[in-house]
């Protein structure tokens, strides 16, 4: 880390000297990468897929681990990752990058020092030598800095995301959607034929000033409740025109194609809908296989290489507890599975029903239960007696 830092320190004084910081600043310090169609996310199934996805990462807890598989409690790379920059926390940029990872393909996460920022506008090409070199607004940014994380398609070069795969669909749901709210934003589009016997003649002025009070009072039902009476001479009759928008053709189209959009996403968005109704637990357990585990993969990958470099045998790891969306009555369920009596000890039970941890040698004990032992063989599970004593009673009770 002593000689990235100081290769970082020193590049960035060169970048100084020739006049680039303040523009180099703009882009990486300052720039978030966002959505160039921000108008997805006004599809409600778009983003209600999208928030479970993200929020299920943003709650993950991030750890970094050595190859044993015990946990550093107190790394450079966790402070970093729980404060990453001035406008971002670190729930917000895991959040956010997840999101742009599903919506893009692809995502830029940079280490500048002690801050974390997601680039827009990164350039990217490989060279004759297959090395991968990044370059935003015209300046080349060092490798160590910067990783390149893809959802990977069939190019090896950049990633795919809704917005290519799903453009097609999505363009027509979301004209499909605009349409019916439109509709009922200007009130039905509601419109009216007038039918005249006569030539409509401009120099009548009798007829005009007859059309125009008409015109009037239609233009006039403004609410629902109201209701207007238009007398009509003979040759005068009005009638409704039907609505060019047929609701029942477009609820047809969404009922198929709003569906699809999870495809995208990896999630069959029926079977999901029927286990949140159904069963909580089963439905974010569905998500989590489906969608969510390949993304903390990649992101593991990626994170534990900008932070640690290639040769460490440490690794950063996202770490969901799928207790949490189980119901508190089945987590109470499994405390006394585990303990028969003091459902809050030992700690780990404490801990899953939202009680404090005691943090004693006893508590962090697991006992097993005395419906495992046999009736009237209390030393079974008895240790009262210590070292040889206890079997020494046991081979005196089957000498007897």
Known sequence: MGIRDRFSNFLFRQIEKRGWLDDYNRTIRY?????????ILESSDVYELLQDISNQMMLAEIVVEDSHGNELKDHHALRVLKNPNHYLTGSELIKLMTNTYLLQGEVFPVLDGNQLHLASGVYTE???RLIEHFKINGHDIPAFMIRHIKNIGSNHLKGVGILELGKNTLEGVMNAEKVLTDKYKKGGLLAFLLKLDAHINPQNAAQSKLIKAILDQLEAIDDSRTVKLIPLGKGYSIDSLKSPIEDDKILAFL???????GKFLNINVETYQSLIKSDLEKAMMYLHNKAIRPIMKNFEDHLSLLFLGPKTDKRIKFKINILDFVPYSTKTNIGYNIVRTGITSPDNVADMLGFPKQNTPETQA???SNDLSRIGEKNATDDSLKGGDVNDKEKGTEDN
């Open 126 to 128: 490989v060279d004759e």
């Open 255 to 261: 009922s198929v194609y709003k569906k699809d959009l």
């Open 366 to 368: 697991v006992y097993i």
């Open 31 to 39: 720039g978030g990468r966002y959505v160039n169609d921000d108008t």
